[in-house]
């Protein structure tokens, strides 16, 4: 049945314009998980008192499947805190809470290769800690995580696949339900997959061609 | 009786623990088995994938990266389905059971391939003029001298995937493997104790992670040689 | 001399790491336009001294003026502090995200809160005094050790200092770099720029120091105009560190 072109076409039409669901998850995720990552990674380099609940933080959310987290605040989480999400909210909230844990390792890898004596140097030209955090040392931070972020998007673009268990209409969700209308399961899923498999690889040229745009002159930075 | 007793008393006397816990961990049994067979399956396969790509002629080699380059880019559970799902549709009839192993591996071992591959380029090339000068054949020259080498590399990236399949593990539950997830998604439906119960989930894979990861700190310090 | 004239004074300075007795006391002073050298062997904790003096160590115990406020009260604000004191590192610490001139330029615009246009005028007219104006906008990993330290130079004379802390700016670099850069130093000393150096260079130190500290084991052992303190030290140790220093010293210069 699916053979037949016109049918075809429209059914691989409707999975790839899940990509714009694809997105908000990937995108959404990413931002939350980014803000998250930035903030643990400093807290976790520059503070004492706050290490051992992020450390634990990072352990939850990187040890726990994202099957597990999805179910656990779609039904458990927000309901308790009397906020029940949409799944697409819930979503979006759970990837970027994961990713803020997987980021924070790429952050604090960064912010430590850097070294202290950037910092020392801003202290010394009269900078408050702050001050010399976000100027002197996040902006090289930033730059040598960017490999490590397109890893993670690569990541969360693939993770975000699962969030189907909760109903997204996202390109699973939408595979699926190709697959019961046409009775047919191959070529969907391979279409699926290769949707995903080219946005990886678009995603990742882009960050690189960022990397490339901001990179230093004369500047080799060891990790 | 001391605390952990008590405690376990406590929450075994409730009915819904009662019947909950015995079934979680039946369900753990099921993950454990799936993941026994399926982490030296897919380290074997890495292995394979490497070395073809790596050594093999030009169309093997294609061949190998198609196939990582494929799985790679493909997301976990939208392989796992397709196996499921269109296996049949040529023919080939795998059990729930299998057909999860036969993803995790085929998945897994093409994301460990990666950090195998770049091991074993990261040998130098003297180590291998050296095995050539004692008569070693290419074959003899891998599996004694490259691989042990390039395995200790590779170690940290292939023991980080692993923990990855452990929480992907998770994923076969979509295709009625009783294990973990599935049971804890079933009981939820009847007892809708989302928090409880997917919180002991968590647990359980936090455990597993912890362990395999201590597991792989310490393979990587007792292989470790003098560099 | 009134007290308006000490820039910087520093009374009975102690900084222990553990049980490790860094600095056992230190006390000295400088006067306006004063060069003040600190020599003595490694590990004396000359670096530590000048840590402790702009609070990027804090002391444990001492006190420390500089234009007469004690800076070692609790209630000093440290930031506006260290804006008075511009710090060369021998390790340069360049921002090496940024190019010469905004290395220059990010001082005066994040912490002295200038305009963009005008912080880049200031910086390009330091970049001018240590001759790098040309190289203005290379980064720092396209400069040379010597190119480096005299940016670094640059960037704490931009902030106008009331006085320069030098920690062994010319250590780290490799012997035909040197020369640039104490070049740089004396043009400054001639401008009669307080500054408190720490370096084993004993042909700058006699050319414009007016008094050598000589350090070690914590302490300030010997103190002297420099030629009378190097070409007739009294101390056993002293004497040999700078015996030892000049026949270096005469070998390079051969």
């Not at chain 2, 130098?124 to 020259?141: C, D, W, Y």
């Not at chain 2, 009981?187 to 104790?193: A, E, I, K, Q, T």
């Not at chain 3, 308006?4 to 336009?33: A, C, M, P, W």
Request: glycine share 8%; charged share 20%.
């Amino acid at each position: 049945m699916i053979w037949k072109y016109p049918l075809l076409l429209r059914y691989l039409l409707y999975i790839a314009e899940g990509s714009v669901w694809t997105f908000g998850l990937v995108g959404g995720g990413l931002l939350i998980g980014f803000l998250i990552g930035l903030s643990i990674a400093v807290g976790q380099v520059y503070t004492k008192t706050a290490k051992p609940f992020l450390d634990a933080y990072v352990w939850f959310f990187r040890s726990t499947p994202l099957l597990v987290l999805l179910f656990l605040f779609y039904w458990g989480v927000f309901p308790a805190l009397g906020r029940k999400l949409s799944p697409l909210a819930c979503s979006i909230v759970v990837l970027g809470l994961r990713s803020g844990a997987y980021q924070s390792q790429i952050f604090r890898g960064a912010i430590m290769s850097v070294g202290e004596s950037q910092l020392m140097a801003a202290l010394a030209l009269g900078m408050s800690e702050i001050k010399g955090v976000l100027h002197i040392v996040l902006p090289q931070a930033l730059r040598i995580s960017l490999p490590g972020w397109s890893n993670e998007y690569a990541i969360l673009l693939k993770d975000s696949a699962i969030c189907f268990a909760l109903g997204v209409i996202e390109i699973l969700t939408r595979t699926r339900f190709v697959v019961m209308a046409a009775r047919e399961a191959l070529i969907p899923y391979f279409f699926a997959g290769v949707l995903f498999l080219v946005l990886t690889h678009v995603g990742t040229k882009l960050v690189q061609i960022v990397y490339e745009r901001t990179k230093i002159p004369g500047l080799i930075w060891r990790m | 009786m001391n605390f952990w007793d008590v405690f376990l008393l406590k929450i075994l006397e409730e009915e819904f623990w009662g019947v909950f816990l015995p079934k979680i961990l039946g369900g753990w049994v099921v993950t454990v088995k799936v993941l026994l067979i399926s982490i030296p399956l897919s380290t074997i396969l890495a292995i394979t994938l490497a070395v073809a790509r790596i050594y093999g002629n030009k169309p093997v080699s294609l061949l190998a990266a198609s196939f990582v380059g494929l799985f790679r880019g493909f997301p976990c559970v939208v392989t796992l389905l397709m196996i499921f799902f269109a296996l049949p549709e040529i023919g080939v009839y795998l059990s729930p059971y299998w057909s999860a192993v036969l993803a995790f591996v085929i998945v897994s071992g093409s994301y460990q391939s990666e950090y195998v591959r770049g091991a074993i380029q990261s040998i130098e090339i003297g180590q291998s003029f050296a095995a050539q000068s004692l008569g070693m054949t290419k074959l003899q020259e891998i599996i004694h001298i490259i691989l042990p080498q390039a395995l200790r590399r590779a170690l940290p990236g292939v023991s980080n995937e692993i923990i990855y399949l452990v929480k992907y593990s998770s994923l076969a539950s979509f295709i009625g493997v009783g294990e973990i997830f599935a049971v804890s998604r079933l009981y939820n439906s009847l007892y809708f104790r989302p928090i409880d119960i997917f919180l002991a989930a968590a647990v359980i894979y936090m455990f597993m992670c912890t362990i395999a990861s201590f597991i792989f700190k310490v393979i990587e310090n007792k292989s470790r040689y003098p560099e | 001399m009134s007290n308006q004239d000490i820039t910087l004074k520093v009374e009975d300075l102690h900084k222990s790491y553990g049980s490790n007795k860094v600095l056992k006391g230190v006390s000295f002073e400088i006067r306006k336009g004063e060069i003040k050298i600190i020599c003595g062997p490694s590990g004396t904790g000359k670096s530590t001294l000048l840590r402790c003096l702009n609070l990027l160590t804090p002391p444990d115990r001492g006190h420390v003026w500089l234009e007469g406020e004690e800076i070692t009260d609790a209630g000093t604000d440290i930031h506006k502090v260290r804006q008075k004191i511009g710090f060369v590192f021998q390790e340069f610490n360049l921002f090496k995200h940024l190019t010469a001139l905004r290395n220059v330029s990010i001082g005066l615009e994040v912490v002295k809160g200038i305009k963009k246009d005008e912080a880049r005028e200031i910086a390009l007219e330091q970049l001018r005094k240590v001759g790098l104006e040309e190289h203005a906008h290379k980064y720092p990993g396209e400069l040379s050790g010597g190119q480096k330290q005299r940016v670094a130079i640059a960037r704490a004379l931009a902030m106008n200092p009331v006085i320069m802390f030098y920690d062994e700016p010319t250590s780290a670099l490799d012997p035909q770099l040197i020369g640039e850069v104490l070049d740089v130093m004396k043009k400054l000393a001639k401008e009669k720029i307080t500054s408190l150096v720490v370096t084993h260079e004993i042909g700058f130190a006699r050319s414009v120091g007016d008094e050598i500290m000589f350090m070690t084991d914590g302490r300030i052992i010997e103190r002297g105009p420099p030629d009378e303190v190097i070409l007739n030290p009294k101390h056993e140790v002293t004497r040999n560190f700078f015996r030892n220093i000049t026949r270096l010293y005469e070998r390079s210069e051969q």
